[in-house]
């Protein structure tokens, strides 16, 4: 039996490969072929692999709502030769790294909260969806509370994705305006109501490398509904039909602007220097969660926003969201742990002992040469005495014999 399904398999590989070129790779834990689809016409490499976020800035009527969102853009963008990647899609790759599951949904939920929080909006779309356990909102939102997270996190998700762009589309406050007729005695003879629905959509496609927006739309459908004393309309899908006409539209939009978006991706994509300066000798530095390599120096990465983390022994961790622009200087300064700050103590009393020993030792060595040099020149001192008394005196050793005859004999 097992013999027959391989067979089969096989069997539609071998068509499907008549008709296009599949991309696959076996995933080595589960066993399961993961593929790409190109066709023919994709392979002259006009689309775009994308991963998309949706969120809402709606409030929580429209939560239930997200879902839906999600998956009528991405079949949309999928319609118009767009490859989108979507949040199973995601969570599988997240699974597949080397990451730890804590980590994993530390990526998602940061990327989620940042993405679904604004200066006047702090409602929740999905990351509640991907969380393990829930947290509390102020938690979460603390860690994303800096600008430009949501695009450093979407970078960090674009490296592990191997995405080149993503996308984050984003829906407002649905809205309801009502226009009522009074016609009863006029010649239209009965009242009018209509009932118009708005739904503010936009969108926003990243580079996947730098993190930088590239493209932004935004279109707001709208839904009629007209009734009058003999017509009542009761309708409950309004925000799924003002979704898919939404949904449409952008996705036509953004297939509209392919080349547009590429080659704007190109020319951010040039790489530029910055240079990096530490307080403290010896540190690593990492950018995107990649050494680099220890400062001071000069390095070199794509411009836009990264996620630069400085570690060293005994010291705290240095972690911000830098943007990189060309000829940047970067200075750090890192501060002790308790741990550190106690060696560190230990370390300056001992290097102090040492220099206290090493300051006697060399008083004492100064004191035993003034010494020596003391005893020399009394030595020296005593015999140029000597030699001047011998000078002076009447006693001559050269004729000393001589003169002691001439004294004993008397001539």
Same mark, same amino acid.
């Given at each position: 039996?097992?013999?027959?399904?391989?067979?089969?398999?096989?069997?539609?590989?071998? @068509?499907?490969?008549?008709? =296009?070129?599949?991309?696959?790779?076996?995933?080595?834990?589960?066993?399961?072929?993961?593929?790409?689809?190109?066709?023919?016409?994709? =392979?002259?490499?006009?689309?775009?692999?994308?991963?998309?976020?949706?969120?809402? #800035?709606?409030?929580?009527?429209?939560?239930?709502?997200?879902?839906?969102?999600?998956?009528?853009?991405?079949?949309?963008?999928?319609?118009?030769?767009?490859?989108?990647?979507?949040?199973?899609?995601?969570?599988?790759?997240?699974?597949?790294?080397?990451?730890?599951?804590?980590?994993?949904?530390?990526?998602?939920?940061?990327?989620?909260?940042?993405?679904?929080?604004?200066?006047?909006?702090?409602?929740?779309?999905?990351?509640?969806?991907?969380?393990?356990?829930?947290?509390?909102?102020?938690?979460?939102?603390? +860690?994303?509370?800096?600008?430009?997270?949501?695009?450093?996190?979407?970078?960090?998700?674009?490296?592990?994705?191997?995405?080149?762009?993503?996308?984050?589309?984003?829906?407002?406050?649905?809205?309801?305006?009502?226009? @009522?007729?009074?016609? +009863?005695?006029?010649?239209?003879?009965?009242?009018?109501?209509?009932?118009?629905?708005?739904?503010?959509?936009?969108?926003?496609?990243?580079?996947?490398?730098?993190?930088?927006?590239?493209?932004?739309?935004?279109?707001?459908?709208?839904?009629?509904?007209?009734?009058?004393?003999?017509?009542?309309?009761?309708?409950?899908?309004?925000?799924?039909?003002?979704?898919?006409?939404?949904?449409?539209?952008?996705?036509?939009?953004?297939?509209? #602007?392919?080349?547009?978006?590429?080659?704007? =991706?190109?020319?951010?994509?040039?790489?530029?220097?910055?240079?990096?300066?530490?307080?403290?000798?010896?540190?690593?530095?990492?950018?995107?969660?990649?050494?680099?390599?220890?400062?001071?120096? #000069?390095?070199?990465?794509?411009?836009?926003?990264?996620?630069?983390?400085?570690?060293?022994?005994?010291?705290?961790?240095?972690?911000?969201?830098?943007?990189?622009?060309?000829?940047?200087?970067?200075?750090?300064?890192?501060?002790?742990?308790?741990?550190?700050?106690?060696?560190?103590?230990? &370390?300056?009393?001992?290097?102090?002992?040492?220099?206290?020993?090493?300051?006697?030792?060399?008083?004492?060595?100064?004191?035993?040469?003034?010494?020596?040099?003391?005893?020399?020149?009394?030595?020296?001192?005593? =015999?140029?005495?000597? +030699?001047?008394? &011998?000078?002076?005196?009447?006693?001559?050793?050269?004729?000393?014999?001589?003169?002691?005859?001439?004294?004993?004999?008397?001539?």
């Amino acid at each position: 039996m097992n013999q027959k399904k391989i067979l089969i398999k096989v069997l539609l590989i071998t @068509v499907a490969l008549s008709f =296009s070129v599949i991309l696959f790779a076996i995933d080595p834990d589960t066993g399961i072929v993961r593929g790409q689809l190109k066709t023919s016409k994709d =392979s002259d490499n006009s689309s775009l692999e994308t991963a998309v976020f949706v969120r809402n #800035n709606g409030g929580k009527e429209l939560n239930n709502e997200i879902n839906t969102f999600n998956d009528m853009l991405c079949s949309k963008l999928a319609d118009k030769g767009i490859s989108v990647m979507t949040w199973k899609d995601i969570i599988q790759k997240f699974s597949e790294s080397d990451e730890s599951d804590d980590n994993i949904y530390k990526y998602a939920q940061s990327f989620m909260v940042s993405a679904t929080t604004t200066p006047t909006n702090s409602s929740m779309t999905t990351a509640g969806e991907v969380s393990k356990n829930s947290e509390p909102e102020h938690s979460m939102t603390a +860690e994303t509370k800096d600008g430009g997270i949501a695009k450093s996190s979407a970078l960090r998700i674009s490296q592990i994705l191997d995405a080149k762009y993503m996308i984050v589309a984003s829906m407002g406050k649905l809205g309801h305006e009502r226009k @009522v007729f009074n016609g +009863e005695g006029t010649i239209y003879k009965t009242n009018n109501q209509v009932d118009i629905f708005t739904l503010p959509l936009t969108i926003i496609v990243m580079d996947g490398t730098t993190g930088q927006s590239i493209y932004g739309d935004m279109y707001t459908p709208s839904l009629n509904i007209n009734q009058n004393q003999s017509i009542s309309i009761l309708m409950d899908n309004i925000v799924d039909k003002l979704l898919t006409s939404g949904t449409s539209v952008l996705a036509d939009n953004i297939a509209k #602007n392919i080349e547009k978006i590429k080659n704007t =991706s190109l020319k951010n994509s040039t790489s530029v220097q910055f240079s990096l300066d530490c307080n403290v000798p010896g540190a690593t530095a990492e950018l995107d969660g990649a050494a680099i390599g220890s400062p001071p120096g #000069n390095f070199t990465t794509k411009p836009g926003l990264h996620q630069l983390r400085i570690t060293r022994q005994y010291f705290e961790p240095w972690e911000q969201t830098v943007n990189i622009y060309p000829n940047q200087k970067l200075t750090v300064s890192l501060e002790f742990t308790a741990d550190g700050q106690a060696k560190f103590k230990d &370390l300056a009393a001992f290097k102090q002992s040492l220099e206290l020993e090493k300051a006697t030792t060399y008083a004492e060595i100064d004191i035993a040469k003034q010494q020596s040099q003391a005893d020399a020149d009394s030595k020296e001192k005593l =015999s140029s005495g000597g +030699e001047v008394f &011998l000078k002076n005196s009447y006693i001559r050793a050269d004729g000393f014999a001589e003169q002691l005859t001439r004294i004993i004999h008397r001539y």
